[in-house]
């Protein structure tokens, strides 16, 4: 019952992770909007679409300014090819940039009078490449580590009235991930990576996300929840062999 007549937008939310986190929200109880530049390839079942390019500002405010309520904004959207550094100019990395950092300011900042009544949340998508080296998505990399700054400024800013978390999210199957990872096979290999052997569902992000707009997580403003299944083995203990023979070692 806590989310009947609540409204949820998601940015970006036609597919992959977006996809999930809708679906989650649409179950839970929730109205809620995905906004994008292209119609969902799937339909999505409860949920309304709105066309919004969230790099224009002007669109942007259009979005909110056509809406009656906002409870929770999720601002998923973002995304980069693989691009090492000094095979693309400068403009092209800040274009990566203003899809991952500067679109999600611009949202929250578009919603913020709608969600400062409804006392709501704001749920930013982060990832794990912005708290670790990413060679071939640093640009991308370097706005999560922005996104998830940004977001507890605004936690500290906006408080009491409207909460700020970021959800750091690792390796998802989604309908593309075959084309990032080699395929089957190479989705497999990296699973085997993950400590609790999988790659994450939209699902499992999607679900996390409602419980961070949710009264159960009333208190928690200006947090970072890890979604990645436990990280990443570090690489130093593959390489070591003090244990190897059954030998005690202590790391420094």
């Known amino acids: 019952m806590e989310w009947n007549g609540k409204v949820v ?17 649409a179950k839970a109880g929730a109205e809620v909007v995905v906004c994008a530049r292209r119609d969902p390839e799937v339909p999505l079942d409860g949920v309304e679409f709105m066309p919004a390019d969230l790099r224009d500002p002007d669109a942007v405010q259009g979005l909110f300014a056509a809406l009656p309520r906002l409870d929770v904004l999720v601002n998923n959207v973002g995304g980069t090819p693989y691009r090492l550094l000094a095979q693309a100019d400068a403009e092209r990395h800040a274009r990566v940039i203003e899809l991952n950092l500067l679109a999600p300011l611009t949202a929250s900042l578009a919603a913020y009078d709608l969600l400062r009544r409804a006392k709501g949340s704001v749920v930013m998508i982060g990832s794990v490449s912005g708290t670790r080296p990413s060679p071939g998505s640093a640009a991308y990399g370097a706005a999560k580590a922005g996104l998830e700054n940004l977001a507890r400024s605004m936690a500290v800013e906006w408080a009491p009235d409207v ?90």
């Open 163 to 252: 909460r700020v978390n970021t959800l750091v999210v690792g390796m998802v199957r989604t309908e593309q991930a075959h084309l990032h990872y080699g395929g089957e096979d190479g989705m497999t290999a990296v699973a085997g990576t993950v400590p609790l052997g999988r790659l994450a569902e939209p699902s499992d992000v999607g679900e996390a996300a409602v419980f961070l707009a949710s009264d159960a997580a009333g208190y928690l403003s200006g947090a970072s929840l890890l979604v990645h299944g436990g990280g990443e083995r570090p690489a130093f203990l593959d390489a070591a062999t003090a244990n190897r023979d059954g030998e005690e070692s202590r790391e420094s």
């Open 9 to 25: 937008v998601v940015t970006g939310g036609t597919r992959g992770v977006g996809a999930g986190i809708a679906r989650a929200f």
